[in-house]
């Protein structure tokens, strides 16, 4: 049996999971999987998810497997394995926790998580549990942290500007070309058959946006007709700016759990700056359809995803308040922290002049005291609410501000005369302003 702790190499993503991308159908065992040609003719695989007959599958990943088996470093995994040198938790060290010595205790965690899980001494068993979806780059949104590659609505920005070309492809401009030619739907969801998918535990679905794709509803549908939504744990991403297909209303109450993610960056304005093309009124009203839709149903439940970017970092307290605010207790009441927090902040590395910790010194500890005079406020109006420190505890409203503090004082190079070319960039293609929007960030930059 392995032992994780003598060997280091060992990932379950390798041998229980899978990202589908929407490009050309290529499978990589999961998001920081960086491939090139390192293993000479064994082509990197497409459209074969066969990992539990390896004389079928791709010789790539038998080879990589072996590796990881025999304590080598892969050098696909050079992102986790630099993050671990630096006594940074991995993606790797963290699925590692899920897999337990006994049926007793993995009893106890299987239905807790969203990744892979298991019985160490099966962990070197390939077989498909863990799938992660892109549905494609089709999206009606074009917003400010993402680009072309993940968006279609990005491509009527750059037909507009050379600068914004150079800016996502610099002197690659085939790139660009490539992506227009390609189907903008992950088409290749609807081919997956039931042998490929039938051990499958957990799928979690990303974008473009996945409820405008008719591909991913047919794979819901499929696995639906196959009988093993039954045993799925759903996740899936949405940007809730429109109304999903009436059909997700008979589908998604039939796997076993559902995660429905809705992506929110901000409040009025700042959503609609942020996530450019979606109406604040509407993300309202349909926020509201999810909600209804989970408190009908007691195998649904809803999260918030917050994107933290230099753009809406001084805003955090009034998105928090909204939240608290807008959803009903009822809906809050019935979030299990055991199964994940309610609200998830994700602050943005890349592009690199969005990351709030690439700031100069003075404009960090500006940032921090706004900040913090914006969490104390917020904790006054939640009280005011009827939310008790009991209530913030299990909502992790404090581990929300400490993580961001922490980030914020983090290492960085000083990016701001970046972000400011780049923000009038694309306000000059988008006739915006962000400095009317965003005043309380540039009141700190300008100080």
Avoid at 110 to 115: A, F, G, I, Q, V
Avoid at 411 to 432: L, Y
Wanted: hydrophobic share 35%.
């Amino acid at each position: 049996m392995i032992d994780p702790e003598k060997n280091k190499a060992i990932c379950p993503y390798l041998f229980k999971g899978a990202l589908l991308e929407h490009s050309q159908g290529n499978i990589r065992p999961c998001c920081r999987w960086e491939t090139d040609d390192v293993r000479g003719d064994n082509v990197w695989p497409k459209k074969n998810f066969l990992i539990n007959k390896d004389e079928k599958y791709n010789s790539y990943f038998t080879e990589a497997r072996q590796q990881m088996i025999d304590g080598k470093p892969v050098y696909e995994c050079r992102g986790c394995i630099t993050q671990e040198k630096h006594g940074i938790e991995s993606m790797r060290t963290n699925a590692l926790k899920n897999f337990v010595n006994d049926n007793e205790s993995l009893i106890k965690i299987e239905d807790l998580y969203r990744k892979p899980t298991g019985l160490l001494k099966e962990i070197t068993v390939p077989k498909l549990e863990y799938l992660e979806i892109e549905s494609g780059r089709y999206c009606n949104l074009k917003c400010r942290s993402c680009g072309p590659e993940l968006s279609t609505s990005w491509d009527e920005d750059l037909k507009l500007s050379k600068d914004l070309q150079n800016h996502f492809f610099g002197n690659e401009p085939i790139k660009w070309k490539n992506l227009l030619d390609e189907k903008s739907i992950n088409q290749y969801l609807e081919s997956i058959e039931y042998d490929t998918i039938k051990d499958l535990k957990t799928v979690k679905i990303t974008g473009g946006e996945p409820f405008l794709s008719d591909s991913v509803l047919k794979f819901l549908n499929n696995l639906v007709d196959f009988d093993i939504a039954k045993n799925i744990i759903l996740e899936v991403f949405t940007n809730c700016s429109f109304f999903p297909k009436e059909k997700y209303r008979e589908i998604l109450p039939k796997f076993k759990r559902v995660h429905i993610i809705l992506s929110l960056d901000g409040v009025g304005e700042h959503m609609e700056f942020l996530r450019k093309k979606s109406k604040w009124k509407v993300v309202e009203k349909v926020s509201k359809y999810w909600e209804g839709l989970s408190l009908s149903n007691k195998n649904i439940y809803l999260e918030i995803n917050h994107t933290i970017t230099l753009y809406n970092v001084l805003y955090i307290g009034e998105f928090l308040f909204w939240i608290f605010k807008h959803f009903s207790r009822e809906l809050l009441e019935k979030h299990r922290p055991e199964l994940g927090g309610f609200i998830k902040s994700t602050e943005v590395w890349n592009p690199s002049y969005l990351c709030v910790n690439n700031t100069s010194d003075i404009i960090k500890e500006k940032m921090l005291s706004s900040i913090k005079s914006d969490q104390i406020l917020l904790e006054e109006k939640l009280l005011k609410l009827g939310y008790d420190e009991e209530f913030l505890l299990r909502f992790h409203i404090k581990t929300v501000f400490i993580e961001l503090y922490d980030f914020i004082n983090g290492a960085g190079k000083d990016k701001v005369k970046t972000f400011i070319e780049k923000a009038n960039m694309f306000d000059s293609v988008r006739k915006e302003n962000w400095k009317e929007t965003f005043p309380k960030l540039v009141k700190i930059l300008n100080d």
